[in-house]
């Protein structure tokens, strides 16, 4: 077998791609072999007996399979993890997050008619200021309010 080495890097040139990229059909080498110009060789590109490979991709397979596995949980854990618990979800975030709930409750509980305005609002600025953890810990308080009141 002949060294094609000149032909292959002449191909490349023509195909603007890699030396590494050009595929000759082991079919054709003895044309190959005897086209020695730019114009040969571009005939033989026409005539499908020399052709670029496709580059190759890296394959986003193992990251989908890994991003699954993160959304129900796997993959968290503390080894994982780099920086403070406030920079993987920032305290205002959450702040927002209790807030919200705890207005939404609020405002279904004053539209069941299970609190009057009045109590509404109290509880509305106690909120704000933060004295309860989460929205069943609101319900659990104005349970024992209730129970006061009555």
């Not at 032909?7 to 050009?22: D, E, M, P, Y």
């Not at 993160?70 to 406030?86: D, N």
């Amino acid at each position: 077998m002949s060294d094609l080495a000149s032909q292959k890097r002449i191909v490349a040139s023509i195909l603007k791609c890699g030396v590494n990229r050009v595929w000759f059909d082991p079919e054709r080498l003895a044309d190959i072999e005897n086209a020695i110009s730019r114009e040969d060789l571009r005939g033989l590109v026409a005539d499908g007996a020399i052709k670029a490979l496709q580059k190759k991709g890296v394959s986003r397979g193992r990251a989908r399979a890994k991003i699954a596995q993160r959304s129900y949980g796997h993959r968290k854990g503390p080894g994982r993890r780099k920086g403070a618990a406030g920079a993987r979800n920032s305290n205002k975030r959450a702040w927002i997050q209790k807030i919200r709930a705890i207005r939404k409750a609020l405002i279904a509980l004053r539209d069941a008619g299970t609190i009057d305005r009045h109590m509404y609002r109290v509880l509305y600025r106690k909120a704000a200021g933060g004295q309860f953890r989460s929205v069943a810990h609101m319900k659990a308080q104005l349970e024992i309010l209730a129970g006061r009141l009555k």
